[in-house]
Nanobody, 124 residues
Framework: VQLQASGGGLVQTGGSLRLSCTVS????????IGWYRQAPEKEREGISC???????SYRDSVKGRFTVSRDTAKNIVYLEMNNLRPEDTGVYYC???????????????????WGMGTQVTVSS
């Protein structure tokens, strides 16, 4: 499986971005996909995950601001980020564990399959 995140950029506080994770390989149809963030000098953390049945899981700090979705026809998972804050700054990665059905479990673990990240910078 290969994952590629894109869509990052520089925005002001309160702005919006939409990240895309393009997934290649058969895993898209039977694995949850997650978004993770690594802020400067901090550990990587799970932000939002979505199962094959579109069940979602969110970190408390992004609930109500971020929305994860998946387009099965295109093998893409999106992360719509609104009302961005400086503390949302970091490198965003998408990742998966092959065969992991639970979005909650994926978001609370360290997946084995990672894509290259995309930088999100929110200026104050």
């Amino acid at each position: 499986v290969q994952l590629q995140a894109s869509g990052g950029g520089l925005v002001q506080t309160g702005g919006s971005l939409r990240l895309s994770c393009t997934v290649s390989g058969r895993s898209f149809g039977y694995s949850s996909i997650g978004w993770y963030r690594q802020a400067p000098e901090k550990e990587r953390e799970g932000i939002s995950c979505i199962s094959t049945s579109a069940f979602t899981s969110y970190r408390d700090s992004v609930k109500g601001r971020f929305t994860v979705s998946r387009d099965t026809a295109k093998n893409i998972v999106y992360l719509e980020m609104n009302n961005l804050r400086p503390e949302d700054t970091g490198v965003y990665y998408c990742a998966t564990d092959l065969g992991q059905a639970s979005s909650y479990a994926l978001c609370h673990s360290r997946p084995t399959e990672w894509g290259m990240g995309t930088q999100v910078t929110v200026s104050s």
